[in-house]
């Protein structure tokens, strides 16, 4: 059983950082971010290989976002820099093994409750 719980969310200006964390319990191939906003799709954002340290960003946040993890403390980060307007959403902490394509919510057994980020212009 892996348990994922979040924290970092909040309302910022557009133009400003904000860090997400993902504290995690248990082992995992991988763990990944995504956000939904009203009336659309769960996306994926950015990915991390547990072990290897291997990143993945959505080309729709990269040069922004970046993930990143401290195995020590089994917590991993979400970093989001100049945020936009449209990066408003909830943003979920998932956790998955190593098989299918890393930005299927599908793919993923475990969830976190999801951090808040509002982002206004």
């Known amino acids: 059983q892996v348990r994922l719980v979040e924290s970092g969310g909040g309302s910022v200006q557009a133009g400003e950082s904000l860090r997400l964390t993902c504290e995690v319990s248990?082992?995992?191939?991988?763990i990944a971010w995504f956000r939904q906003a009203p009336g659309k799709e769960r996306e994926g954002v950015a990915c991390?290989?547990?072990?290897?340290?291997?990143?993945v960003v959505a080309d729709s946040v990269k040069g922004r976002f970046s993930i990143s993890q401290d195995r020590a403390k089994n917590t991993r980060y979400l970093q989001l820099n100049s945020l936009k307007p449209e990066d408003t959403g909830m943003y979920y902490c998932?956790?998955?093994?190593?098989?299918?394509?890393?930005?299927?919510?599908?793919?993923?057994?475990?969830w976190g409750q999801g951090a808040q980020v509002t982002v206004s212009s």
């Open positions: 248990g082992n995992i191939g991988r």
């Open positions: 991390i290989n547990t072990r290897y340290g291997n990143t």
């Open positions: 998932a956790a998955g093994e190593l098989w299918g394509s890393w930005d299927q919510a599908s793919g993923y057994n475990y």
